[in-house]
């Protein structure tokens, strides 16, 4: 029986040594592996994620009309007297708008000029080139912005007060008197010469269907060319062997 005990623990013994050598072969294993994934990483570093794409930005003037319709459906401005409000408000806007604009024309003109030229690609409507692209200033192409403004706020007014007088609907005229102002100040040439806002030119093109608009994409980031491991090698073999 002494020699069994004997036996037995020698074998336990040996098996305890095995699993201990088991254990330190598979860690000498383990950091050899995590030691080449640094070295290459180092030597060939990943590509970096691209960027997800932004949601696109909703403006209030794309919401405030469908909120004014809602509330002309159940309240009628006609009935309830408020005809003749609705017309001096219409005019009453549209009067300090154009003074907001004059106002806003001053600010572009008196603004300094640096010389400096920014690219303003082609403007496209439905497939078709509107304007090609060119170089302008900053004051320059304020100005062109600002003239493209007034002549939709001009000719928005004029349309909207012929059709008025023609047919006497009353839910446009209430839609222009809060949406001039609100598409004066959400513009960018208010934003960025009397809200002083950080906006970059060009100007984004606004939505011709009124749709949010969605946020440009980020520029791309170079990758860096990733050398091959054969080709390295047979490199060196050749510098050594000149």
Known sequence: SSCLSASIRAWLHLFDSGWAAL??????AVMSCDSNCEHDEGEHPKAPEPAMPGMPSMKLSQILPMVVMMGL?????????YRRHAEVGFVTAQL?????????????????EDGVKIQVPEVKQMGQVVSPPIDQTKK??????FKEQGKQAVMGAVILGGVYYKWEYL?????????TPLQLYE???????????DIKRPFPTANPFGLPSAPEAPPAVAVPAVADPAAVKDKKKKDKNT
Do not use: R
């Open 23 to 28: 254990g330190v072969l598979l860690q000498g």
């Open 73 to 81: 459906g159940k309240w009628d401005l006609d009935q309830m007297g």
């Open 96 to 112: 300090v708008c154009w003074a907001v604009l004059a106002w806003l024309y001053t600010k572009i003109e008196g603004q300094p």
């Open 140 to 145: 320059e192409y304020d100005i062109a912005k």
């Open 171 to 179: 839910m446009p005229l209430v839609l222009q008197i809060l949406m």
């Open 187 to 197: 513009s960018p040439l208010f934003q960025l010469h009397i809200l002083k806002y």
